[in-house]
């Protein structure tokens, strides 16, 4: 039997988001990661809208790195998030691993928001 890492990854964020949700107050900071990018957002999930989102596929994000999948982009993504989210006067989320492991990428784009000013 094959096992398909994407549906087992699925599974593992379907039972995450039955205990976790975003409020008008502290939004849910969401984190998807593929193969070469990295993408995260801060959503409200009461209202069902982003309040504020960066990736690595953003030429501002991206520039002057030397790998987009790498931690040191998921490092950028995490700052850019922070700063986004306190222009729109967010100070607190509750961070949504995907179904992620966290270490690597997903644990130095939480670090870096945390360091960014991002409580959570």
């Not at 209202?47 to 991206?62: C, D, F, P, Y």
Request: glycine share 8%; charged share 30%.
């Amino acid at each position: 039997m094959t096992i398909d890492r994407n549906a087992s990854r699925l599974r593992r964020h379907a039972r995450i988001r039955k205990r976790l949700g975003g409020s008008a107050q502290r939004p849910r900071l969401s984190v998807f990661r593929s193969l070469h990018h990295v993408y995260a957002q801060i959503i409200d999930d009461t209202t069902g809208r982003t309040v504020v989102a960066a990736s690595t596929r953003e030429k501002a994000v991206a520039q002057g790195l030397d790998s987009l999948s790498a931690a040191a982009a998921a490092e950028r993504v995490g700052k850019v998030i922070a700063e986004r989210a306190k222009e729109k006067g967010v100070k607190a989320v509750v961070f949504d691993r995907g179904g992620y492991r966290y270490h690597g990428r997903i644990k130095a784009l939480a670090d870096a928001a945390r360091s960014a000013g991002l409580e959570f």
